[in-house]
């Protein structure tokens, strides 16, 4: 896509700033950036670094979008040589980095549905690159501290990005995963889009339904009624 990586890394990519630069500065993103300068002269470790807080909108800008899968915290660990998992895409981890549990089930379960085996490869990019928005709710996170940068503002910016593809497109796909990603699907018209909810792929709850519900051929299924390329999902 030759419209991506135009901007300056940290920065939001033209076609959702167009939509949703307005955000950005708003007291609330005024006050969040306060509060990650802040963190970061205390000496805190944030994740993901800065130049992918929007990894997820740079990779798939907002008239690219077609499937959007919404996580909740970024990852805050590393792996054994100090890398950070987190890279801006929700479930997603640098190439290198082996794919945490929730990844791995998610893994199986397109290899069940689609017969595609599997690589150990991690990075969801090519995902991204063609129109899966990754997001996070809450894009940043402390080291080590789960849920750390919930409640400071990154939730009003993503519910604004959810609510503005819901309004200003059709016929995204929606993958709503555990109770947490289902809440933001009130603000979602399903007259207007496909909703796919599921318990999260978490080892915790992926066997009470998210395994065999064939989410990813319906996913495929309904972007090629609607005359649209589906999502290669092998990596």
Known sequence: MTSINKQKPGQLHPSWQAVIGDEL???YMQALRHFLKQEKAAGKVIFPPSALIFNAFNHAPFDKVRVVIIGQDPYHGQDDK???QAHGLSFSVPKGIAPPPSLVNIFKDIASDLGIKMSRNGDLTPWADQGVLLLNATLTVEQAKAGAHQGKGWETFTDAAIAT????REGLVFVLWGSYAQKKGDMIDAQRHLVL????PSPLSAHRGFFG???FSTINQYLTQRGQTPIDWQL
């Open 213 to 215: 519900n064939h989410q």
């Open 197 to 200: 909810r599921s318990p999260h």
């Open 25 to 27: 500065e708003k007291p």
């Open 82 to 84: 100090g890398q950070p």
């Open 165 to 168: 593809l819901n309004k200003h």
